[in-house]
């Protein structure tokens, strides 16, 4: 079992930065795939970024490449998101999620997620 809590959302201004955070509760993090997921009002969840677990790989959402930049850090148990250059439409609920099997954009393959941190970009 994983437990995964996010944080580090918060408002912004367009143009802005944000670095957040996910704890993981389990030793066995580094065994796993990760990844960042969003979900905006009224839209469905969507991929924004994974990575392997390793660290040594990653994926990103064509509409985010350039601007986010996924990390972790399996010393201690935490995965990252870099959001810089935030536009309106990057509002959303941000989670973080788990895979044992990918760290690409079928989010029906991942087996923990945290409860979400807020992002609002104010124009």
């Known amino acids: 079992q994983v437990q995964l809590v996010e944080s580090g959302g918060g408002l912004v201004q367009a143009g802005g930065s944000l670095r957040l955070s996910c704890a993981a509760s389990?030793?066995?993090?580094?065994?796993?795939?990760m990844a960042w997921i969003r979900q905006a009002p009224g839209k469905e969840r969507e991929f924004v970024a994974g990575i392997d677990w390793s660290g040594g790989s990653s994926v990103y959402a064509d509409f985010v490449k350039g601007r986010f930049t996924i990390s972790r850090d399996n010393a201690k148990s935490t995965l990252y998101l870099q959001l810089d250059g935030l536009k309106p439409e990057d509002t959303a609920v941000y989670y973080c999620?788990?895979?044992?099997?990918?760290?690409?954009?079928?989010?029906?393959?991942?087996?923990?997620w945290g409860p979400g941190t807020q992002v609002t970009v104010l124009l």
């Open positions: 999620a788990a895979s044992r099997y990918t760290y690409h954009n079928d989010l029906t393959l991942y087996d923990y």
């Open positions: 389990s030793n066995i993090f580094s065994t796993y795939a």
